[in-house]
């Protein structure tokens, strides 16, 4: 009895009414996106707010089952778990649903159920089983492709589904990673391979004119630039490294460049291949429509049009809960799932909005915090990886919904229509908050 009421005064609380705040304001405002007199009460179990009611009282259900279950059972069990979770990405392959174009559902009459949002959890847990073992270090290269394996299997799996949104909050990962010690280089690379991606999509039908009528490509420009760039960088390196001088010191600095012109022409001409093969039509379209390539205001963009007309109109204090037109009117598509932040901004305003994005903010701060105060390694890692797919799934929907990312059908966490992604980012979240619990102790 002792031992029950000491782990209740351990858990934190205040996460946990944080958690219950999210999940209740997005109840209220999946009602407001689908509200129709004809259907006016909010308990109605025929309409999608009704069901969602259902999905949060099982996700309480689930988060009192997680707090109630030994924490050594995730510590010991993280590696099967994973194993598990990996199966079953296999099995909705072979048996699952297509719903939406996404081959990852599986579907139990009028239940369906997508593993992806539970192989977070599981994946969370294999990396930080995994980094929290004796004499392991994330410096070491046999470490650091692990850690890509690991993520890159469920990934790998999910592309085949054919959701390339759930795939890639998986390269959330990385700040994981870089908390426990990976260069910080690694995110630069990531972040400059993202610059240069997009600017060789608008590089990739210009050309440009030079003196005496010579005319280029503006692929070829790039090429040059980049190799130029990234010669400056390393012959410096080769000079302070290499104790040669003269004809030798000229060949090394000549391989650099050469070396950098080829890894230049790869990478961009690779992109290409990307985009056409690779990307389907429809997300060839949205990265189009987004860096205004090509534009099509009703077809492709005509989600994130309306999305922005939406939370524009709002206003500073909105035009008042159930009141929006552009909501009453179904002007924009899934309004209640990947679209949900629109109703916010229409109904509460600039205001509103700045009240729910500072919600998530403190609520990823006190997680953070919450990492950081844990003897566990384990504990602490799994705690950035909770931080991590939240904070990616919150900035790529809010994104997404102002025209700043491009559409790629992930929900905003605790908010959006859906059991699936409610129950896996409650299990996500539980698991930490139960680690949490005995932060005292230092178990791996």
């Known amino acids: 009895m002792r031992r029950g009421i000491a782990l209740i005064d351990s858990i934190d609380w205040s996460v946990i009414a944080m958690y219950l705040i999210l999940v209740f304001m997005g109840w209220a405002n999946i009602y407001a996106a689908i509200y129709n007199e004809e259907h006016g009460n909010i308990f109605d179990l025929t309409q999608s707010y009704g069901k969602q009611l259902i999905w949060i009282l099982t996700a309480i259900i689930l988060a009192i089952a997680v707090l109630a279950t030994d924490r050594q059972f995730f510590v010991a069990f993280g590696f099967p778990i994973y194993i598990l979770m990996m199966l079953i990405l296999v099995a909705v392959l072979i048996f699952g649903k297509e719903i939406g174009g996404s081959k990852s559902w599986f579907a139990f009459g009028a ?33 650091k492709l692990v850690c890509v394996a690991l993520i890159a299997l469920p990934m790998g799996l999910i592309l085949l589904q054919g ?47 030079l003196p005496f009528g010579m005319v280029v490509s503006g692929k070829s420009v790039l090429v040059s630039v980049l190799a130029l760039i990234g010669s400056l960088i390393l012959i410096p390196f080769v000079k302070n490294r290499s104790n040669r001088g003269g004809a030798a010191l000229l060949r090394d600095v000549s391989v650099v460049i050469v070396i950098t012109l080829l890894m230049s ?54 035009k008042g809960y159930l009141q929006g037109t552009q909501t009453k009117f179904d002007f924009v598509p899934e309004q209640s799932t990947d679209f949900i932040f629109c109703t916010v901004g229409e109904e509460w305003g600039f205001l509103g909005s700045f009240v729910v994005i500072s919600l998530f903010i403190v609520f990823l701060i006190k997680i953070i915090v919450m ?13 950035y990886g909770v931080a991590s797919i939240i904070f990616f799934h919150l900035a790529v929907n809010i994104g997404m919904t102002i025209g700043l990312a491009p559409v790629i059908g992930i929900p905003l966490p605790f908010f959006s229509y859906g059991g699936s992604s409610l129950w896996g980012f409650t299990i996500l979240l539980f698991v930490f908050i139960k680690l949490d619990a005995y932060r005292l102790d230092s178990f791996r």
Do not use: W
């Open 111 to 143: 239940f369906s159920f997508q593993p992806a949002e539970f192989a977070k959890f599981a994946t969370c847990m294999a990396i930080a089983k995994y980094l929290s073992l004796l004499n392991i270090k994330i410096s070491d290269l046999k470490t």
């Open 163 to 209: 959701d390339a949104g759930s795939a890639l909050v998986y390269l959330s990962f990385i700040f994981l990673m870089y908390r426990e010690g990976l260069s910080g280089n690694f995110l630069l690379a990531g972040f400059f391979a993202i610059i240069l991606f997009i600017v060789t999509l608008i590089l990739q039908d210009t050309f440009i004119n």
């Open 265 to 318: 022409i790869t990478f961009i001409y690779s992109v290409d291949y990307v985009f056409d093969e690779v990307l389907s039509e429809h997300q060839r379209s949205r990265i189009n429509e987004l860096l205004a390539i090509k534009t099509d205001p009703k077809g492709t963009g005509y989600n994130v049009n309306q999305s922005k007309i939406a939370i524009g109109s709002g206003g500073m204090f909105g």
């Open 371 to 383: 990492a950081e105060r844990q003897r566990s390694a384990f504990s602490r890692i799994f705690g």
